[in-house]
């Protein structure tokens, strides 16, 4: 089931999850390309977002199949509002359409539904539809499906900062008493672990303020494939290649 044809070194080869190798625990997905496949298919923009949100699904289904045991979505950034209203609007009505129609789905298959990211500027039915989707699915045990929604990892470090230096305070320690630890049990993924494997789609090789803390030791795949047209496969060939890679962190 977990096996395809895969390019290596320009040949195809056949490509196989390895039983032995570990996959990843935690995956991170930038979910990039949506407005240019719309685009190369003289749609609107928004078209490429409703149809990455069935991608979304997919991806879901089969990530919790495979035993992944956290997966990261990156579906707003903070900058993201710097677009035309009508995309934000829509952007901030989709995660509304995905929950009614997928949580049922959620919870049959035991996925827990979390969010990530500031809340507070997010409109009024997004915000519900998310809150709903996590009382929902609080009390499932698979797969954790991690939004990062109106996030940005540049604020997260200055809030987890500030949350840090304050609880330092009140313990009565100095500043140079700080740890990872501290700064670490206040950024949003408390209790998520960082990421294995981060995937950025569409030929983008950067990461747009995501997970800039986290991501110190991670492995990065890069794929030219539009989110919306990212299939089973795709993610499959990037969980093969993960086994392939050497971690050492530092060490030997
Ligand atoms: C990713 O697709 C989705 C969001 C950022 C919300 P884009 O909308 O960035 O698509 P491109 O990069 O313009 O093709
Ligand atoms: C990053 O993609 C944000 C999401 C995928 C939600 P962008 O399309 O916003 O990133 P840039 O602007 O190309 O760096
Ligand atoms: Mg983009």
């Known amino acids: 089931m977990f096996k395809k044809l895969f390019r290596q070194n320009e040949n195809f080869i056949d ?22 496949w719309a685009k190369k298919r003289f749609l609107p923009r928004i078209a490429g977002h409703k149809e990455g949100m069935n991608v979304v699904k997919k991806i879901t289904r089969y990530a919790n199949e495979m035993g992944i045991e956290v997966l990261t979505l990156y579906a707003f950034s903070t900058e993201n509002w710097k677009r035309p209203t009508d995309e934000v609007d829509f ?3 989709l995660p509304v359409e995905f929950f009614d129609t997928f949580v049922p789905e959620l919870i049959q298959e035991n996925v827990k539904v979390n969010v990530m990211g500031y809340r507070d500027n997010l409109p009024l039915h997004t915000l519900r539809a998310v809150e709903k989707a996590i009382e929902d699915t609080k009390h499932c045990t698979g797969l954790v499906l991690n939004f990062a929604l109106n996030y940005g990892s540049r604020a997260e470090i200055v809030t987890a900062m500030k949350e840090a230096i304050c609880e330092l305070e009140n313990a009565g320690k ?43 030791y991670s492995e990065f795949y890069f794929t030219d494939v539009h989110w919306p047209d990212f299939t089973e496969e795709d993610f499959l060939e990037a969980m093969i290649d993960y086994q392939n890679r050497s971690r050492r962190f530092g060490g030997l």
């Open 15 to 36: 490509g196989e999850l390895s039983p032995e190798l570990p996959l990843p625990k935690h995956v991170a997905i930038i979910m990039d390309g949506n407005g240019r």
């Open 91 to 93: 952007l901030m009505k």
């Open 174 to 216: 100095k500043a140079d008493e700080i740890t990872e630890t501290d700064i670490e049990k206040h950024l949003m993924t408390n209790g998520l672990g960082d990421p294995d494997l981060l995937i950025r789609t569409s030929g983008e090789l950067r990461l747009s303020n995501f997970m800039l803390w986290q991501l110190a």
